[in-house]
């Protein structure tokens, strides 16, 4: 009976997640499931508030990094970027495309993902209109890369900080282990990438006008306060300060130094509901979890560092993450294998956080859902995203995981 | 009679001189662009596949919207200019192929750009273009974006060498 709860529980969740009602929002109904669970008794009060003290850490990090990222905006940082990635591009698409690269994969590794899509991608959005080219490759590259290029630092994703307390290992090995998988899964992006896009990216005629362009200057002190909180990120095992201090003397900095318009700005760019929405799902999957689906999941990933043993692990976490997203499918995974830390859970996230890019919808609950409620939906493009995910995610799994490995038998 | 020319980023001013030096000097002619309504939503604030995500745009910030809207003024503008001739110009949105086809009804020429490979190969029609030249109802004016090589540098099919 429990069981079958729980799962109604998480279930309800997400689809409230991916359905979007206006009278449930999804934060409301996760919230309610998780509260239904601790009623009901499939996850005892203190089962609830264990698991809620052990995620309140990490999504207060989660909300630091939001803070620290919309600083950055309003000290004029991603249009900065985008100004530079102009200039950089002398009006040719292809290079463009290089220069979103190298800012996107830096922005989606520094300031987490969610400081990509949210305040990035607009940007190139915009930058490559005013440059008189094609938008198509280049937000299209933010979006993979918003995925693939998060598997760098534990603050990349969300993903990366649910799991980064059970991999047992300090920020620093972190993005030691983490930087070839990185590199491999940007190189592959960029290959499939600039060859599927080659018609968009051809320009015929005069390159237009960033070619009188003066070379833009970076907002400064934001800048530096982000390499400082990217040392202290770096340090903190050695001073035996917790990295979240770092995020949040970084959030401090640039709210004192760029504030805000009002307190409701500030608040929401944390993102109040979708923390909130974290902290249920947490909640929720751990009763499933306790209830039997912990066990499932257990039997279906194999145990120990081996390369095969690696590849399996990350090629269910990618198909899960596809079946249900991502974030529930870490919040399942991460209790399961993190009996083999850090390999394990390592393999997890490169399955976790390359895998959405197969479906462009994140999963395939949201396809379907989107296929039976918006039908005439025009504005989705399922078959280029298809296509760009069946051309990138197996080849980027299997290739990244190897380098995980090779990095695990060299550091 | 009445042109539709479809100029797009990466090929309108090759698409707009052709255009000029092709059609007679009578010709009524209509600038269209389209823009994609996927790359738009793309770029956007995040779809349900984020989960949980529903932070919208800085307010303070533009809209990929209006830069969009402003952007494909902005490039009819300038195709209007260097074709120097009258010409109306239109300005759509959506899935660029049914765009394209849907506002070509009625004239008795479209015009648009191999945007595809700048080689005499099979590619060197694009993606969208493809699809615009197999169904347009009406006769279509097929331009070179850039200057085709030479017939001694195409690369023959075997059965067709010499």
């Known amino acids: 009976m429990n069981e079958a709860i729980s799962l109604v529980a998480l279930a309800a969740s997400l689809t409230a997640a991916v359905a979007r009602w206006r009278r449930a929002p999804d934060w409301v109904v996760a919230a309610g499931a998780a509260v239904v669970v601790v009623l009901v008794g499939a996850l005892s009060f203190h ?93 299209y590259a933010c979006s993979h890369l918003a995925n693939s290029a998060s598997l760098l630092l534990p603050v990349s994703n969300l993903t990366n900080l649910l799991a980064f307390a059970a991999c047992g290992v300090s920020f620093t090995r972190f993005a030691g282990l983490m930087a070839l998988p990185w590199l491999v899964a940007i190189a592959i992006e960029w290959v499939v990438l600039s060859r599927v896009f080659a018609d968009d990216l051809r320009q015929a005629g005069a390159p237009t006008a960033a070619a009188a362009m003066q070379r833009p200057t970076l907002p400064g002190l934001a800048m530096t306060v982000v390499a400082l909180t990217l040392i202290g990120f770096g340090v903190s095992s050695i001073v035996g300060v917790a990295p979240v201090w770092f995020a949040t003397a970084g959030a401090v900095a640039l709210t004192l130094r760029y504030p805000p318009e009002s307190v409701t700005q500030l608040i929401s760019s944390a993102e109040p509901t979708f923390l909130v929405f974290v902290l249920a799902l947490g909640v929720v999957v751990t009763a499933a979890g306790n209830n039997g689906l912990s066990s499932v999941v257990d039997s279906l990933l194999p145990h120990g560092q081996s390369l095969p043993a690696l590849l399996a692990v990350a090629v269910v976490s990618a198909i899960l993450a596809n079946l249900v997203n991502n974030l529930p499918a870490t919040l399942i995974i991460v209790a399961v294998v993190s009996a083999s830390a850090p390999a394990g859970v390592l393999a997890m996230l490169i399955g976790v956080n390359v895998g959405p890019n197969l479906t462009y919808v994140g999963s395939l609950a949201t396809l379907l859902w989107r296929r039976i409620v918006h039908a005439h939906d025009e504005d989705v493009d399922v078959v280029e995203f298809l296509k760009l995910g069946a051309l990138t995610v197996p080849v980027t799994l299997i290739a990244a995981t190897v380098a995980l490995w090779l990095a695990l038998q060299v550091l | 009679m009445r042109v539709l020319v479809w100029i797009t980023e990466g090929s309108w001013q090759p698409c707009v001189d052709q255009a000029r030096a092709l059609t007679p000097a009578d010709a009524q002619l209509t600038l269209l662009h389209v823009a994609a309504s996927d790359v738009e939503r793309l770029a956007d604030h995040p779809g349900p596949e984020r989960l949980g995500r529903h932070r919208k745009p800085p307010k303070d910030e533009p809209r990929v919207r209006e830069i969009a809207e402003s952007e494909a003024q902005a490039l009819l503008a300038a195709a209007r200019e260097r074709l120097g001739r009258d010409a109306e110009t239109v300005s759509r949105r959506g899935r660029i192929e049914r765009e394209v086809l849907e506002a070509a009804e009625g004239f008795d020429l479209l015009v648009l750009a191999r945007d595809g490979r700048p080689s005499r190969e099979p590619k060197s029609i694009g993606h969208y273009a493809r699809f615009v030249v197999d169904h347009a109802g009406c006769p279509v004016l097929l331009v070179w974006a850039q200057t085709p090589p030479g017939l001694e540098d195409m690369h023959w099919p075997p059965h067709l060498r010499r």
């Not at chain 1, 999504?59 to 004029?76: I, K, N, Q």
């Not at chain 1, 970027?81 to 292809?94: I, T, V």
């Open chain 1, 47 to 139: 089962g609830a508030r264990t698991a809620l003290g052990r995620l309140g850490p990490t999504v207060g990090f989660l909300a630091a990094l939001l803070v620290l990222a919309d600083g950055c905006r309003r000290a004029g940082l991603f249009h900065a970027l985008g100004a530079l990635m102009a200039f950089g591009s002398r009006g040719r698409p292809s290079r463009l495309l290089a220069m979103v690269f190298a800012v996107a994969a830096g922005t989606t590794a520094a300031l987490s993902l969610d400081a990509t899509i949210v305040l990035l991608t607009p940007i190139v959005f915009a930058t490559a209109a005013r440059l008189t080219t094609s938008p198509r490759p280049h937000v």
